[in-house]
């Protein structure tokens, strides 16, 4: 009965990628959102460079959003409607993309609290004060954005680790294959040679594999959603508690903003490789 309902529940996810992916109207606006994003971004420094920094902070925000938006697209698992539907707020789409998951995984997977409970995480940070997030000094906000990169080197190096353990724990498994092969008449040597094989190159593709390394990029995207989302306001209207004149190299957002936009580019860039790439190899194939 569970076989048949993960089966159901994975046969719809998969149709559903394949519905989107065939879906001309989401590449143009994925398309459109990276360009647009591109030119936030280089506003973001010519701004930065000039000293106008509310208003150079503010084009980190859209290019923050532009490029959420574009990521969120490109997983052929949000709508365009439910893109659109974001707004200025990016981290609901974040939301919405944990939530969606959610409900794939339960036909799939038998427990999802691990999922339920990064999504009550996502929720919460949604609701903590604006104000309290604008003012992050600058040593909070490179906190957050280091270890949200899975893309640094020590990160990698725990997936690597994490790899290696599973090999180190497959001793059980291979006395059980052993045993079963020579069963069977089977040459338990070369089947046993065959894991290694399957185990160094799982290893080889999580440390090299670009579409392993752009799913990595996904939680520095919601962290700089966090942490440049409330600036849409603040950094356009005098009537805030933070005004545009607030916004000097004393503000956390303002000396990361070099940091972030550098950081946002290599998504874009990850976008386009990845996934505009592939889109357009498939149309002309």
């Known amino acids: 009965m569970h076989d048949n309902t993960a089966a159901r529940a994975i046969d719809r996810f998969l149709a559903d990628l394949e519905l989107a992916r065939k879906d001309d109207d989401r590449f143009d606006l994925t398309v459109g959102y990276i360009s647009s994003a591109k030119d936030d971004c280089k506003a ?44 200025h707020n ?17 036909g799939m997977i038998r427990n999802v609290s691990l999922l339920m409970n990064s999504n009550s995480k996502l929720e919460l940070l949604k609701k903590i004060n604006k104000e309290e997030v604008a003012r992050l000094p600058y040593s909070d906000i490179a906190k957050l954005v280091d270890s949200s990169d899975l893309t640094l080197p020590k990160h990698r190096k725990l997936i690597s680790d994490a790899i290696e353990n599973i090999k180190d724990r497959e001793s059980e498994g291979r006395k059980t294959i052993r045993t079963v092969a020579v069963q069977k008449g089977l040459d338990e040597d070369k089947i046993e040679d065959e894991i290694d094989n399957q185990l ?27 942490v440049t989302y409330p600036h849409q306001g603040y950094t356009r209207y005098p009537d805030g508690n ?21 950081r946002i580019m290599k998504v874009i860039e990850c976008i386009e490789n990845e996934y505009l790439s592939d889109i357009e190899s498939s149309n002309t194939s």
């Not at 160094?200 to 520095?220: C, E, G, H, W």
Request: glycine share 4%.
């Open 90 to 106: 990016s981290l609901n789409g974040h939301i919405l993309l944990a939530q969606k998951m959610i409900n794939y995984s339960k």
């Open 200 to 226: 160094d190159q799982l290893r080889s593709d999580v440390m090299n594999n670009a579409s392993i390394k752009y799913s990595t990029l996904l939680p520095f995207l919601y962290i700089a959603s966090a």
């Open 44 to 87: 973001t420094m010519l701004l930065f460079d000039a000293g106008l920094f509310a208003l150079s902070t503010y084009h980190l925000q859209q290019a923050t959003e532009k490029t959420t938006k574009a990521y969120l697209l490109s997983t052929n698992i949000i709508s365009i409607k439910e893109a659109r539907d974001i707004n």
């Open 242 to 262: 933070i005004r545009p004149r607030d916004y000097t190299m004393n503000m956390g957002i303002v000396e990361a903003t070099p940091d972030l936009c550098g």
